[in-house]
Nanobody, 124 residues
Framework: QVSLVESGGGLVQAGGSLRLSCVASGRIFSMTAMGWFRQAPGKEREFVAAIGWSGDNTGYADSVKGRFSISRDNAKNTVFLQMNSLKPEDTAVYYC?????????????????WGQGTQVTVSS
């Protein structure tokens, strides 16, 4: 079992930045691939970014490339999502997800564990 707790969400003006954190407990964190997803009201949950267990392999949705950056600190069982140049369309609940795997996946159906989510609201 893996338990995930997100933090760092909030209200920010367009063009601003936020840094989300996700702390994992339970199974060996360094052996899990981690992903960030988001869900806006009335929309499907969508892929944002993901990282392999070594931290060397990352992937991003086209909509956030160049603005968001995912990283992890295995010593602290934490994965981060640095979000810069935020836009109103980035407004959503952001979820952290984990999968016992060396590689990351873009599909939300691949992930076994989910956090409760943290709200990000970007005002125009």
């Amino acid at each position: 079992q893996v338990s995930l707790v997100e933090s760092g969400g909030g209200l920010v003006q367009a063009g601003g930045s936020l840094r989300l954190s996700c702390v994992a407990s339970g199974r060996i964190f360094s052996m899990t691939a981690m992903g960030w997803f988001r869900q806006a009201p009335g929309k499907e949950r969508e892929f944002v970014a993901a990282i392999g267990w070594s931290g060397d392999n990352t992937g991003y949705a086209d909509s956030v490339k160049g603005r968001f950056s995912i990283s992890r600190d295995n010593a602290k069982n934490t994965v981060f999502l640095q979000m810069n140049s935020l836009k109103p369309e980035d407004t959503a609940v952001y979820y952290c997800a984990a999968k016992y795997s060396s590689s990351w996946y873009e599909s939300r159906y691949e992930y076994d564990y989910w956090g409760q989510g943290t709200q990000v609201t970007v005002s125009s």
